[in-house]
């Protein structure tokens, strides 16, 4: 099911609802909006600290927020160790520093402790060979995250309508709009979202939670932007995902939007193949609803366009609150 919006005259319109797309990451020009409950690429002092991970369940990476280096597309606060590479990076506009050995390792380690599958090791392109151009993904593992305490968990999942979040640095970006949203409808919510995360390290972190049964019956998946860099890579996360909540979980979509102005046209061109990607997912899963921000993005003027995501990825203040409206929307 595709949720799709008419050419919008103004960012107040409703648009239908249909199977649709989901964002990208930010470059490091990026500004944070100064009341988003996540760390968006620049460096905001005022990021809020996680929560705690859930007691017993196994441990997919630190949930402290360490920082991010300014050129990721969902970046956080620097940490010491990254200082000197910060400065380094701080004028680039592409996410894109180069996984070491060490980075690998820690993923391959995580990986081991979940039972998931082992994510792909970063390459200068697509695992097809097919053209990128939108860079190569860094050591998100490094950057903050942010989980729901274990009551949060419990309590989403025992309601029947609980919802959970999850995703990367977007997701983080309208948590506090959401939050708003479902608390006057009533419904729990829990959340797990991590800066330049992967939709491989989103299907893991699904997984663990449906395996310690803590996955409600609703589920808003903010992943997909930091795979421009590798959008082979995908489909089958995608479909991990899909198959460890099953059929009875109602699964919303954001579909990925990503144009940042120094990789445009790559980065269009890879989101539409991960847009490809959740169409042809939402066709043979009816549970799968897609919220189309990149059809709506697209369909409105380039000012307002840019006034709701100015750094060609993560939402402004008023894009948060667009893109929770569209959200809303589609869980109802």
Avoid: C
Wanted: charged share 15%; no cysteine.
């Amino acid at each position: 099911m595709r949720i799709a919006s008419p050419r919008p005259r103004a960012v107040a319109s409703s648009p239908p609802v249909r199977p649709t797309r989901a964002p990208l990451a930010a470059p490091a020009d990026a500004v944070a909006p100064a009341d988003a409950a996540v760390v968006d690429p620049i460096d905001p002092a005022d990021a809020p600290l996680p929560e705690a991970p859930i007691p017993g369940a196994p441990a997919l990476a630190s949930t402290d927020p360490v920082p991010t280096p300014p050129g990721d597309a969902n970046g956080g606060r620097r940490s010491p160790v990254l200082v000197g590479l910060a400065g380094a990076l701080a004028g680039a506009l592409l996410v894109g520093t180069v996984l070491t050995t060490q980075h690998v390792r820690g993923a391959q380690e995580a990986d081991a402790a979940t039972g998931a599958t082992a994510a792909p090791a970063a390459t200068a392109g697509p695992a097809d060979g097919a053209p990128n151009g939108s860079g190569v993904l860094g050591a998100w593992q490094q950057w903050s995250h942010s989980r729901s305490f274990d009551p949060t968990f419990a309590a989403a999942a025992a309601d029947p309508r609980g919802v959970l979040l999850v995703g990367d640095s977007i997701a983080s970006g309208i948590r506090t709009p959401l939050m708003a949203s479902t608390t006057a409808l009533k419904r729990p919510l829990s959340w797990d979202h991590w800066n330049g995360r992967p939709t491989h390290g989103t299907a893991d972190a699904v997984v663990a939670l449906a395996s310690a049964g803590r996955a409600p019956r609703h589920l808003v998946v903010v992943s997909g932007a930091n795979d421009v860099f590798e959008p082979a890579a995908f489909a089958p996360q995608v479909d991990r995902l899909l198959r460890a909540v099953g059929p009875d979980t109602t699964v919303v979509w954001v579909v990925p939007y990503v144009a940042r102005r120094a990789t445009r046209d790559a980065d269009v061109a890879n989101t539409d193949r991960l847009d490809a990607v959740l169409t042809d997912a939402a066709a043979t899963h009816p549970h799968l609803r897609l919220v189309d921000w990149t059809a709506h993005l697209r369909a409105l003027p380039e000012a307002q366009r840019a006034a709701l995501v100015p750094d060609g990825v993560h939402p402004s203040p008023a894009g948060a609150a667009e893109l929770t409206r569209l959200v809303t929307g589609a869980l109802r």
